[in-house]
């Protein structure tokens, strides 16, 4: 059973900087996809950030963004410690959301309905 665990939220100034992580135990077989969503107050979940692994025991991986953070964030992860991580920079008031991560197996799709496995969450807060 896949299990999803969030850390790394927290308060920050406008411009700021966090790195979320989210550790997964249980495997996934064969092609899979990790992502990052976020659901500000009163607002619908978004997907955020996607990473697409082969899991065939090569390096590739493919990325994709939403257009509100493009050149801000960064998805990555690392498979020794099953963890993917979201790299925020530049962080804007409209960032402030809960942000969760998800995994499905096969292609990467950032349409949260796709998604069989969740975490918890964590906030991020974004102050000016």
């Known amino acids: 059973q896949v299990q999803l665990v969030e850390s790394g939220g927290g308060s920050v100034q406008v411009g700021g900087s966090l790195r979320l992580s989210c550790a997964r135990s249980?495997?996934?077989?064969?092609?899979?996809?990790m992502a990052w969503f976020r659901q500000g107050t009163g607002k619908e979940r978004e997907g955020v950030a996607s990473?697409?692994?082969?899991?065939?025991?090569?390096?590739?991986?493919?990325?994709t963004y939403a257009d509100s953070v493009k050149g801000r964030f960064t998805v990555s992860q690392d498979n020794a410690k099953n963890t993917l991580y979201l790299q925020m920079n530049a962080l804007k008031p409209e960032d402030t959301a809960r942000y969760y991560c998800?995994?499905?197996?096969?292609?990467?799709?950032?349409?949260?309905?796709?998604?069989?496995?969740w975490g918890q969450g964590t906030q991020v807060t974004v102050s000016s």
């Open positions: 990473f697409y692994t082969l899991n065939d025991g090569t390096t590739y991986n493919s990325t």
């Open positions: 998800a995994a499905k197996g096969g292609s990467c799709i950032l349409f949260m309905y796709d998604y069989p496995h």
């Open positions: 249980g495997a996934i077989a064969g092609r899979y996809c």
